[in-house]
């Protein structure tokens, strides 16, 4: 990591697919060491969802945020809401983490391709994800090779999720707030 750093690497990425207990997995003494190293390298933690319970990372994160303040903490896939639920899934647990200045979430194109497959639209979720966390705290990210359609047909379909934001946020989530996170 130390050696990937000095080459430009911007961050690390904590994806725990097949871990059963994710959120002792994410705290636990080797992804501590981790943690410690991508602090003293000032380098982005990302945490890539689950593709449900997300929420029970939750309290880790809010415990690395608190003890590592001045790291960004990105959430994948706004760390996948279950958007049946009020508010999208955005209630007090996710409306928690939007305490912390570091904690910055990820609207993908996995979120918009969940929306639309239980009939909600993409803008009303993004216009949520906004209204709780800000959108200076807020990316889009295609995640291209895992989500439905090519790539220009993802950029076509962030553009129409923003339609509920202004122009201000709509430059933040499309470019600001990423560019400031994993930019030069």
Do not use: C
Not at 126 to 155: C, H, K, Q
Request: negative net charge; without cysteine; hydrophobic residues 45%.
């Amino acid at each position: 990591i130390r050696d990937l750093a000095r080459r430009g690497v911007r961050g690390i990425r904590f994806f725990g697919l097949g871990i059963k207990n994710q959120a002792t997995w994410l705290s636990s003494p080797r992804a501590m060491e981790a943690w410690e190293l991508v602090s003293d390298l000032e380098l982005v933690v990302e945490i890539e969802a689950p593709m449900s319970g997300g929420e029970r990372l939750i309290p880790v994160i809010e415990t690395m945020a608190g003890k590592y303040p001045r790291m960004p903490i990105v959430l994948d896939h706004v760390l996948m809401p279950d958007l049946r639920e009020p508010d999208f899934g955005l209630a007090s647990e996710y409306a928690k983490l939007a305490l912390y200045n570091n904690v910055h979430v990820k609207f993908t194109s996995l979120n918009m391709d969940v929306a639309r497959e239980l009939g909600y639209a993409p803008d009303a979720f993004l216009r949520r994800v906004v209204d709780v966390f800000g959108a200076n705290r807020v990316m889009w990210g295609s995640d291209i090779g895992t989500s439905s359609g090519t790539y220009p047909e993802m950029v076509a379909r962030a553009l129409a999720a923003t339609v509920g934001l202004d122009e201000n946020e709509r430059q933040k989530v499309l470019r600001d707030t990423g560019q400031r996170i994993f930019g030069p």
